[in-house]
């Protein structure tokens, strides 16, 4: 472990609550901010796909436009408050660690966040596309 002395249990809850607290704010303000400046664009990324088949979507109800709209600023301000999420809980664990432990994780970590970006974009690109072409066409 590191030069540092040893907390007891208690500091150690408090460090993890102050971790939850700092997380949750900045999600919470990442999703307002997502709402109040981003919804459009980021529903026209969203609905993007759909609509290259020439079809419009449809709000059937009064309250799912808003929900919709609430579900992507949501979606939005956890993926954008990620970078503070993940800097608040690697500040947590990283001082519990030795120094190769330490290197390997933040190694892990990086191909972690390559493969996750790598995947977000094959899904959106490839499998989003044949699974439209699936669920809008009948290819019986």
Not at 13 to 20: N, T, Y
Request: charged share 15%; hydrophobic share 60%; proline share 4%.
């Amino acid at each position: 472990m590191s030069d540092q002395k040893e907390l007891p249990l208690s500091e150690h809850l408090k460090a993890l609550r102050r971790v939850f607290l700092v997380s949750i704010i900045a999600v919470l303000a990442a999703s307002v901010l997502c709402y109040a400046f981003l919804r459009e664009p980021i529903m026209d990324l969203v609905i993007a796909p759909v609509k290259e088949y020439g079809i419009e979507l449809k709000f059937t109800s009064v309250a799912e436009a808003f929900m919709a709209y609430m579900k992507i600023a949501i979606l939005a301000g956890v993926i954008c408050a990620s970078p503070v999420v993940l800097w608040q809980v690697l500040k947590f664990i990283l001082p519990g660690l030795y120094k190769n432990e330490k290197r390997a994780f933040l190694t892990v970590l990086f191909w972690l966040f390559v493969l996750f970006l790598a995947g977000i974009a094959f899904a959106y690109f490839v499998v989003l596309k044949f699974s439209l072409k699936v669920l809008l066409f009948d290819f019986s």
